[in-house]
């Protein structure tokens, strides 16, 4: 394959020219975009981008701002612009004048060197494309792009490339997945041209809910075999060489004030083992510092001293880390600086080396059940990880370099939401009664970001968006937490649901169901359920006077490899007892067991649409 050249952009980009396929489900179509990046050494390079994007609707607005971050390390250059109408004629051109330059400071971020190019293409008539070009120099490089070759699941993609020039010497490390076409490499003036172009790629659709479907798209990973930052030079032929980096750029920065230490060992001293002791430490910690950004030169790597955490208070995730670890230490315990890759969703690829990280964590090594520690939370319960640092591949930065290890993942059973309510149902259609919710696990997180610290106006509206009934009113909010090392919330309420339930003359009719489960279509695709859990209800409800049940759907009691559930009916005198768990496994659902994955949810969905019939008897 020839290299890429700057002839691909200079066509135009009528919308009629866009295949109906790549239409469809998009609100953006990547007409075209490439990216060249020539290495000069091992901490020199020049990257040039060039993208044209077609917004065929609002949800592309974001392509509008082009945002490209730059430090003292890089410098940004040939900036420019351009809009075509629909016919792809050009409308409107931007250059030098119209880009605005700023610090890259956010809300959360303490200080920073890090600025920003910023290019803000107007608004147009849709569909209309956008195209823009620029070029980054680097003078000290760690990492090296790595390349997506479909940005979001609406957004489908014409053509997008990425084409690397290394010189003779030097190594390009790489893996690529889900590629149509395989790489092209040529050796052209004593440099090796290495070449990734993929074409025609759809939009899909997409659920962020805890069963997702699994698209395979096409990526490019590279990185170097050694390398210079700041001045500091390291290697990634292996984790322990790349590991000894970061270890050797953090080197004694865990000095404390003699005060901070003689408080530590004051802190402890009375507590009976080494578990009490860190969580004694962090708990201090917590109640001591706050988490801010702050990127400074090689700041993104290496921590702040742990003095100045101790005198100011604030630091970012890595300065908390080494804070905690400096305060551990003091105490004579040994831990571990760890850096993870934060996600919800996505993992590092541990058999390729590579700077995948973007958040660090501690570890503190125990013989039985080790301790993990964020740093960055004042509320975390001791020993707890979120859902996007749990089940996570992580990096032990030690004194010998460094060491891969896993973080602790869930268990199915810790993954729980309890329900349990009592309802009074009424000839008018109303149920009213009172419901508590316990969250552990994952849950436990998701419960502490909808109602922690929240006033009741704002937990009613995060109640009123999360059941499945459309007109009802919330009073009497209670929300606490249990915070131990498996720690819970509960949320208690009261609740009056209107339309609970219809009526004739002489019959109710009411499902018993809170939050039912959607039906899923006859589309097989490549399903994960990535976290797997369990949901228990446990509702009694009242029947009103002079009437009696008529009709409880049959029980169902199914299990299989995707999961278990189990709905059943018990009736006490006047009290009608429903009962329902649903048990989701940990599953790679791929096409061929779509069918019979869609055919256990959709019993579950038919199920909880099934009424229960009341009938008025004499009286």
């Given at each position: ?25 998009a ?13 000069k ?8 981008i ?11 607005t ?8 730059y ?15 629909q ?42 494309t ?14 090296y792009?790595?390349?997506?070759f ?26 690529d ?11 052209l ?21 805890s069963?997702r ?27 322990k ?17 003699q005060?901070?230490?003689?408080n ?7 507590e009976?083992?080494?578990r ?9 910690m ?50 571990f ?26 570890c ?16 975390y319960?001791?020993n ?19 060491i891969?290890?896993k ?11 309890r ?34 610290m ?29 915070k131990t090392?498996n ?22 009719y ?29 509702i009694?409800y ?22 278990r ?20 496994n ?9 069918n ?19 009938v008025?008897t004499?009286?």
């Amino acid at each position: 394959m020839a290299a890429i050249t700057s002839n691909v952009f200079s066509q135009l980009y009528p919308f009629d020219s866009i295949p109906d396929n790549l239409k469809n489900r998009a609100s953006a179509v990547v007409r075209t975009e490439q990216c060249l990046f020539t290495i000069k050494g091992p901490g020199n390079a020049v990257m040039k981008i060039k993208k044209a994007v077609t917004l065929l609707n609002e949800n592309a607005t974001a392509y509008r701002l082009l945002q490209i971050m730059y430090d003292k390390y890089s410098k940004v250059s040939g900036i420019r612009g351009m809009i075509y109408d629909q016919k792809g004629n050009i409308a409107e051109a931007l250059g030098p004048s119209d880009v605005f330059d700023m610090s890259a400071i956010s809300g959360g971020t303490f200080y920073s060197d890090d600025r920003l190019k910023l290019l803000y293409f107007p608004i147009y008539k849709y569909p209309y494309t956008i195209e823009y070009e620029y070029e980054i120099t680097f003078s000290s490089l760690l990492n090296y792009p790595s390349w997506n070759f479909q940005d979001a699941p609406d957004v489908s993609v014409q053509k997008s490339g990425i084409q690397y020039v290394v010189p003779s010497g030097m190594k390009l490390r790489y893996y690529d997945e889900y590629l149509k076409n395989p790489v092209d490499s040529v050796i052209l003036d004593n440099k090796k041209i290495y070449t990734w172009q993929e074409e025609n790629i759809p939009a899909y659709e997409s659920r962020d809910v805890s069963i997702r479907p699994v698209y395979d798209i096409p990526s490019v990973n590279a990185a170097p075999l050694d390398f210079e930052y700041a001045g500091f030079s390291g290697s990634m032929r292996s984790w322990k060489e790349f590991g000894n980096w970061v270890y050797e750029i953090n080197r004694d920065r865990d000095e404390l004030p003699q005060s901070e230490i003689d408080n530590v060992r004051k802190l402890v001293s009375e507590e009976p083992g080494t578990r009490e002791k860190v969580k004694r430490i962090y708990e201090y910690m917590q109640l001591k510092t706050r988490y801010v950004s702050i990127q400074i030169g090689i700041g993104g790597y290496r921590t702040a001293e742990a003095s100045a955490v101790a005198r100011n208070g604030f630091g970012d995730c890595k300065a908390l880390v080494n804070y905690t670890y400096s305060l551990l230490k003091a105490a004579g315990i040994k831990s571990f600086y760890t850096l993870v890759r934060q996600s919800s969703v996505s993992d590092i690829n541990k058999d390729f080396v590579n700077n995948q990280f973007n958040h660090a964590i501690l570890c503190v090594p125990q013989a039985e059940d080790t301790i993990w520690l964020e740093c960055t939370s004042q509320t975390y319960p001791f020993n707890y990880l979120s859902s996007s640092t749990s089940n996570k591949n992580a990096l032990l930065i030690t004194p010998e370099g460094g060491i891969m290890a896993k973080t602790p993942s869930f268990k199915k059973e810790q993954n729980l939401i309890r329900r349990e309510g009592n309802f009074s149902i009424s000839t008018q259609g109303i149920s009213s009664g009172r419901m508590s919710s316990i969250y552990s696990g994952h849950h436990y997180e998701s419960a502490t970001f909808r109602y922690a610290m929240q006033s009741e106006d704002e937990i009613k509206r995060s109640l009123y968006s999360g059941m499945r009934f459309n007109d009802l009113d919330i009073s009497g909010v209670k929300y606490s937490e249990r915070k131990t090392e498996n720690p819970s919330a509960e949320l208690e309420c009261q609740l009056a649901i209107k339309n609970f339930s219809t009526s004739d003359a002489a019959r109710i009719y009411f499902s018993p169901v809170i939050s039912v489960q959607d039906y899923f279509q006859e589309k097989p695709v490549h399903l994960k359920v990535v976290l797997a859990s369990v949901s228990c209800d446990s509702i009694a409800y009242n029947v009103p006077q002079n009437y009696v049940i008529e009709y409880m759907p049959p029980d169902i009691d199914i299990e299989n490899e995707f999961g278990r559930f189990v709905c059943k009916f018990e009736q006490e005198h006047e009290v009608l007892i429903f009962r329902r768990i649903f048990e989701l496994n940990e599953s790679d659902i791929t096409a061929e067991k779509y069918n019979s994955f869609r055919a256990f949810i959709n019993t579950i969905a038919k199920a909880d649409r099934e009424k229960i019939v009341l009938v008025r008897t004499g009286g």
